[in-house]
């Protein structure tokens, strides 16, 4: 069986696909990229759809808005292929594509979250996120997520991690890792917040034989990446800060954090990173900076659901250095998110339920 996953290059959407594809091993996967002529193409072909994506489309008019909306290139290779079973796509603008490749192949259509403005309603199967949930209306072409798919196993991680450690070449310390994302309209994180947080495992260090390994992502602020940078030169606990930018030993250094800590914090901003780090069934902080709007995000609904069911802890900037310290002197033993399970089960049930 032929599995065709679009992919936008964002890595966000590639991360949820490639959970999934991780899982497919007995199917043939093939990527394939999508670029649009604009980005007013783009738009304007969902606005097609959703004003006449309920009527039947012949092939001559799939193939039309596929040529008229995409890169040349990109168009030949999606009708240049011998067959298709499923197509399977994360992010709004791959939502039509997948569609119409499904009805052009006759194939089952798979998309990760909620795509606008077209909805979930004509694909055959949604993978949606508890941030969704609300807008499916009970839906039954819907699976259900708590947070949503990664390629995060533990499995994985617990192999490679000896071969982290002896690259870094990291003692017998515990290790926290520190994940720091960035700003977006709910939420920031500014220097006093990094700075609290530089004294803050300063204190816990007094208290506990750690070793820290914190990255950045592309959205910190600029500001907030080179004060971390200055400060963290100074301190001897600092076993590894890397940038997404900046050169490693180490060709993966997210993952090597993932694998190598015993206890991760990731910033509360980034909803993928915070369902990452749950995946691995490690101990996990979600930590909150500096709210910029009224209403906290809805994604805090589902970090109090994940709390609920001790999949993760929640902490402000004031009570970290207790929580660390309850987390690492405590046998507490967290529950791994398994949303990427979750959605490859439906996926073969869907696609077993045709056979």
Known sequence: ??????????????????????????????WQDIQFHSKLRDNLLRIFFCIFGCFSLNSYSIKFLLKWSLHPSIY??????????????????????????????QAKTITCRRPSPIGVRHFDMAILPMLSWHKTKKQENVCKTIGVPNPITPDELNKKEPIYS?????DSRKCIGILIGGTDKSETITIDDVSQLINTIDSVV???????????????PSEVTLYLKSHLDTRDWCSLFIEPSSTSMIDEPY????????????????FSMVCEAASTGKKVIVLSMTQTAIRMPSRYKVYTYMKDYSIISLSNRDDLS??????????????????????????????????
């Open 322 to 355: 207790s929580i660390i310290t309850e987390q690492l002197e405590t046998n507490i033993v967290n529950k791994k998110l398994q949303d990427t399970e979750t959605a490859v089960k439906a996926i073969r049930g869907l696609l077993d339920s045709n056979n």
């Open 76 to 105: 030949n290779s999606l009708l240049n292929k011998n067959s298709v079973d499923v197509v399977l796509s994360t992010g709004s603008s791959l939502a039509v594509v997948n569609l119409l490749l499904g009805k052009l192949y």
């Open 1 to 30: 069986m032929k599995v065709v996953i679009l992919s936008d290059n964002k890595p966000g959407h590639y991360k949820q696909s490639l959970g999934i594809a991780k899982y497919l091993t007995d199917y043939d996967i093939e």
């Open 255 to 270: 993952e090597a954090i993932l694998a190598l800590s015993d206890l991760l914090i990731v910033t509360a901003d980034s």
């Open 166 to 170: 002896e690259t870094l070449n990291l």
């Open 206 to 220: 007094t208290k506990l034989n750690i070793q820290v390994l914190l990255t950045t992502s592309r959205r910190t």
